[in-house]
């Protein structure tokens, strides 16, 4: 694998529960968490309801943009699991019931003694020749469509859903980071952090504030894909905080003196 290497994707969380805030998403935290892990850049999210067209735009404004997409919810037995129309749609392709999968939930009903019902076999129908994404949960699976791969909304179908699909994935140069404590808040750093990013185009700098007590301090993040990189971007980072405690010193000092 080159070291150059970079994979992108996006997430189209997909339910109108998740926009009223009747349910809170724990997908997004989740994949973003393995992706990294994976080295795979997770580049954008997006929500959107349970609206045919808001999924079909939003999933081909993503297809076409990144190497994966992940959706979650939607894929369920009831009239407003549209997902599987709205990608099928999106892709041009008829939406039908997957023989093999209608076998796997019909002997999965059987075996419970409960009735396949026409709303069940829903959980069968994707787009004509879609692959299956396993199920070890709840037997109702998954399915990939060209760089698209179709997820289960309940977080721990969905969980077992991911861990089936990562291993398949290309993968890229995983991401590296270096955490520096900073005693002063963004009002101090601002300025020369960004002078630092600018000098160091390779990385990427995040400053997170933090407030204890009645003192402001930031937390700085050092990101990139070489370790030679994010260590001289930390040197100066060790460097801007030396200076400002030696400026803020000076002052102190003068100030005493008058």
């Known amino acids: ?5 970079v994979v992108t994707a996006a997430m189209l969380a997909i339910g109108d529960e998740l926009l009223s805030g009747r349910t809170k998403d724990k997908n997004i935290g989740h994949l973003a968490e393995l992706l990294t892990l994976s080295g795979i850049d ?4 997006r929500i959107v309801a349970d609206d045919e ?3 079909v735009e939003a999933l081909n404004a993503l297809r076409v943009r990144y190497d994966y997409v992940f959706t979650s919810g939607g894929i369920g037995p009831t009239h407003d699991d549209i997902t599987a129309d709205a990608i099928a749609k999106a892709f041009g392709l008829p939406c039908e019931h997957d023989e093999e999968a209608m076998t796997l939930l019909a002997e999965m009903y059987r075996r419970r003694e409960m009735e396949f019902t026409e709303a069940r076999q829903r959980m069968a129908r994707m787009p004509r020749g879609a692959a299956h ?16 791969y179709v997820m289960a909304g309940v977080p721990q179908v969905f969980q ?3 861990d ?33 990013q600018k ?20 937390e700085i993040v050092v990101r990139g894909r070489a370790q030679a990189a994010i260590d001289a971007a930390g040197a100066e980072v060790h460097a801007m905080i030396d200076a400002i405690r030696m400026k803020k010193e000076v002052t102190e000092n003068h100030s005493a003196e008058a």
């Open 160 to 162: 077992a859903m991911v």
């Open 199 to 218: 000098a160091h185009p390779d990385t990427s700098i995040g400053s997170y504030p933090r407030y204890i007590g009645q003192k402001f301090s930031t």
């Open 1 to 5: 694998m080159s070291h150059d290497t």
């Open 164 to 196: 089936n699909v990562l291993p398949t994935l290309r993968t890229g140069t995983p991401v590296l980071s270096l955490a520096i404590a900073c005693p002063y808040g963004e009002g101090d750093i601002g300025t020369p952090l960004a002078a630092i």
């Open 133 to 148: 994404i396993a199920n070890p949960v709840s037997t109702a699976p998954g399915f990939i469509i060209g760089n698209v």
């Open 42 to 45: 997770l580049k954008e999210v």
């Open 53 to 55: 067209e808001a999924i």
